[in-house]
């Protein structure tokens, strides 16, 4: 996953025609890089952007989503405002999503903490009963080196 932020953008030339893209710096930056290439005619202006967790899926998604208004390349011939809008409900459906999995999955590792803890008491528990097994046998051979002792003693 690779943080970033998903953005919408305009070029002067091309009025009917919008950019969807990503980028892991500022928009900002990335609309001043684009407006200076060569191959531009006309000037970028960043009309939306949204932080995201994972740029490049939230880009494959929206292009996705567009596709039956791709242009060329990250150009989309679409209603800008409700390219806005669509982006913005997708990015928050995914985010809800995301927080639901990140829930289930903290659930599921709380889970198996607990039963970890539970299978470490229960072989702790274990080794103590053996260990006590152990000086129970321990003084039992005492008993009967003591038993021994005192026959010899006797005799």
């Not at 969807?20 to 952007?49: N, V």
């Not at 405002?81 to 639901?100: G, P, Q, R, T, V």
Request: hydrophobic share 35%; with cysteine; charged share 35%.
């Amino acid at each position: 996953m690779s943080k970033g932020y998903i953005y919408i953008m305009s070029d002067s030339e091309h009025k009917d025609k919008i950019k969807i893209g990503k980028t892991e710096k500022h928009p900002e930056i990335r609309a001043e890089q684009m407006s200076k290439q060569t191959a531009s005619i006309g000037d970028f202006k960043l009309q939306w952007f949204e932080e995201v967790s994972d740029c490049h899926f939230m880009e494959s998604y929206l292009h996705f989503i567009f596709k039956e208004f791709h242009y060329k390349k990250e150009f989309f011939k679409i209603d800008l405002n409700l390219a806005m809008e669509i982006a913005k409900e997708s990015i928050l459906y995914f985010e809800e999503l995301e927080n639901k999995l990140k829930d289930l999955f903290l659930g599921k590792v709380e889970f198996i903490e607990k039963r970890i803890k539970a299978l470490e008491i229960s072989n702790r528990l274990a080794e103590a009963k053996n260990k006590k097994i152990d000086l129970n046998r321990l003084e039992s051979l005492i008993t009967k080196q003591d038993q021994i002792k005192q026959f010899i003693k006797t005799k």
